[in-house]
């Protein structure tokens, strides 16, 4: 049985920081592409980031670049989310996703994605 399970999640003031991790079991998502979705009570889930089979190959939504960090650990079948200068923009509920197939390039929309965590609550306060 395959599961994604994510933690780190929290609450935090404006500024802070916090590391979500997605630990990932059942199969190895190796050479999966891996993504960070969020969403907010009455929005659309939107992607937040995403990494390739090859790490240096990632994807950020404008609105995080420069302050939000993804990464992987194979070994570990984990993947990352390093989230600093949070803004209360940023409260959402956080999803991890990865893919079924090969993929080197990030894939940057939730219809790519065939597996699922169960989310972790992020939220920032001002």
């Known amino acids: 049985q395959v599961q994604l399970v994510e933690s780190g999640g929290g609450l935090v003031q404006a500024g802070g920081s916090l590391r979500l991790s997605c630990a990932a079991s059942g199969r190895t998502f190796s050479t999966s592409s891996m993504g960070w979705f969020r969403q907010a009570p009455g929005k659309e889930r939107e992607i937040v980031a995403a990494?390739?089979?090859?790490?240096?190959?990632?994807y950020y939504r404008d609105s995080v670049k420069g302050r939000f960090t993804i990464s992987r650990d194979n070994a570990k079948n984990t993947v990352y989310l390093q989230m600093n200068s949070l803004k209360p923009e940023d409260t959402a509920v956080y999803y991890c996703a990865a893919t079924s197939f090969v993929a080197t390039q990030p894939m940057r929309t939730k219809d790519r994605y065939d597996y699922w965590g169960q989310g972790t609550q992020v939220t920032v306060s001002s």
């Open positions: 990494i390739g089979w090859i790490g240096d190959s990632t």
